[in-house]
């Protein structure tokens, strides 16, 4: 799915990138850590503040999760390998993950949301295995603030670099770019030189 993550936080702001990360967590292809970075980035500018955006991700992403659970708990494995074909998911990925899953329960879903993929089917097994709604639902937060923070912070980050660096790169980038093509192509020709020779 194409969308243009920059001009739909800024049109939608808060709701926008809770929008996002609901879709995201139910298994619709939206960017998630993209739209994380680039609001990371935007509250470096001014766009966003830390806490509304943070709980607006969070919440987005727990929501998203939470209504994975259910449609995992209530309608089980053959609808979810039925519809979930349209975003990747098949009886073989199913099938590894839930081998996984069984065995690492908590861990899985504490730590999952890292892993792009990974973290849409996690909901999915935790309802088809009835992991306990309450367990699921206390390591899904810690988890989604986590994650949430971690890839806003770092969308921080870059847009500190980005800012402090641009007009740097802005003026050397094109006579940097010249002197290294002008240095491949000296190097391709000495090259096809010497193999004539």
């Known amino acids: 799915m194409h969308i243009h993550i920059q001009a739909f936080i800024h049109h939608y702001g808060y709701f ?10 139910i298994g619709i292809p939206f960017p998630a850590e993209t739209t994380l970075t ?19 991700a969070a919440i987005g ?7 994975a659970y259910f449609i995992g708990r209530l309608l089980g494995r053959p609808v979810i390998v039925r519809f979930g074909r349209y975003v990747g998911i098949t009886h073989e990925r ?15 879903v504490l730590f999952g949301k ?47 670099e980005w800012t402090r660096y641009h007009a740097v790169i802005q003026r050397y980038l094109i006579p940097i770019l010249i002197v290294l093509a002008l240095g491949l192509i000296a190097y391709t020709l000495l090259h096809i030189r010497r193999r004539r020779k």
Not at 38 to 56: A, C, K, M, Q
Not at 61 to 67: A, C, D, P, V, Y
Request: positive net charge.
């Open 114 to 160: 890292f892993v792009a993929g990974v973290r849409v089917v996690i909901p999915y097994l935790a309802g088809i295995n009835k992991l306990p709604f309450a367990v699921f639902s206390a390591y899904n937060a810690v988890s989604a603030f986590l994650w949430a923070a971690f890839f806003i912070i770092i969308g921080r980050y870059i847009g500190i």
């Open 94 to 108: 199913l099938d590894k993950a839930n081998e996984l899953f069984s065995r690492f329960e908590g861990f899985v």
């Open 38 to 56: 680039i609001s990371g980035i935007e509250w470096t500018r001014g766009v966003f503040h830390l806490l509304p955006l943070l709980l607006s």
């Open 16 to 25: 926008g990138v809770f929008l996002i990360l609901v879709m995201e967590n």
């Open 61 to 67: 992403n727990i929501i998203g999760s939470t209504i």
